[in-house]
């Protein structure tokens, strides 16, 4: 099975950027379709954005999209999740999540993943 390490949280003021990233080992990254899911205090995880193994197709919540952007570089087995225009409401502990498959899509519920991370705490100050 694959493991996942998160890394890239931290403190932000409202309007800033961080990058997250998710470094995978122990299996072919390639034939894992990879998530990124964020749970605030309080609330379910949510869906933030997932990225096909190809890297060719990508989705978005609709609160982060025009914000956030997702890649991935199969060759360091790492994903990118890089977040613009931090807004308060992002505050959440970040988590990488990873499915092993054979679609050329990608998934955005929870439970279609069976391999997740440790998470990384995301803070936005207003």
């Known amino acids: 099975q694959v493991q996942l390490v998160e890394s890239g949280g931290g403190l932000v003021q409202a309007g800033g950027s961080l990058r997250l990233s998710c470094a995978a080992s122990?299996?072919?990254?390639?034939?894992?379709?990879m998530g990124w899911f964020r749970q605030a205090p309080g609330k379910e995880r949510e869906f933030v954005a997932a990225?096909?193994?190809?890297?060719?197709?990508?989705g978005f919540a609709t609160s982060v999209k025009g914000r956030f952007t997702l890649s991935r570089d199969n060759a360091k087995n790492t994903v990118y999740l890089q977040m613009n225009s931090l807004k308060p409401e992002d505050t959440a502990v970040y988590y990488c999540?990873?499915?092993?498959?054979?679609?050329?899509?990608?998934?955005?519920?929870?439970?279609?993943?069976?391999?997740w991370g440790q998470g990384t705490q995301v803070t936005v100050s207003s």
């Open positions: 999540a990873a499915r092993e498959t054979v679609a050329t899509g990608y998934f955005v519920r929870v439970d279609d993943y069976g391999r």
């Open positions: 122990g299996r072919t990254f390639s034939n894992y379709v």
């Open positions: 990225i096909s193994r190809s890297g060719g197709r990508s």
